[in-house]
């Protein structure tokens, strides 16, 4: 059975930084692409930043500059380091993994909740 874990996710300042980790359990083939979604109150969920099995990225332009996504393989692991936050940051933080093993398969963690205040 496959398992996303997020960790990381909490309160914080405006301004301060937050760095969270998904880790993938029960995957046998290579995860193509990795990345981090975000869902505020009463909004759709949009694609934060992608991170491919290459390492080539790509961001929001909400966050580029202040947020850096990379990946351990080895680990199954994939991080978000979340820099400058500002307070429309605040949503709940998902990340997404695509396996190819013969079929494309999506694999969604449970969410962790970011949340900056002022």
């Known amino acids: 059975q496959v398992q996303l874990v997020e960790s990381g996710g909490g309160l914080v300042q405006a301004g301060g930084s937050l760095r969270l980790s998904c880790a993938a359990s029960?995957?046998?083939?290579?995860?193509?692409?990795m990345a981090w979604y975000r869902q505020a109150p009463g909004k759709q969920r949009d694609l934060v930043a992608g991170?491919?099995?290459?390492?080539?990225?790509n961001y929001a332009d909400s966050v580029k500059g202040r947020f850096t996504i990379s990946r351990d393989n080895t680990k199954k692991t994939v991080y978000l380091q979340m820099n400058s936050l500002k307070l429309e940051d605040t949503a709940v933080y998902y990340c997404?993994?695509?396996?190819?093993?013969?079929?494309?398969?999506?694999?969604w963690g449970q969410g962790t909740q970011v949340t900056v205040s002022s």
């Open positions: 997404y993994f695509q396996v190819m093993g013969g079929l494309r398969h999506d694999y």
């Open positions: 029960g995957i046998i083939f290579s995860i193509n692409t």
């Open positions: 991170i491919t099995s290459g390492g080539s990225t």
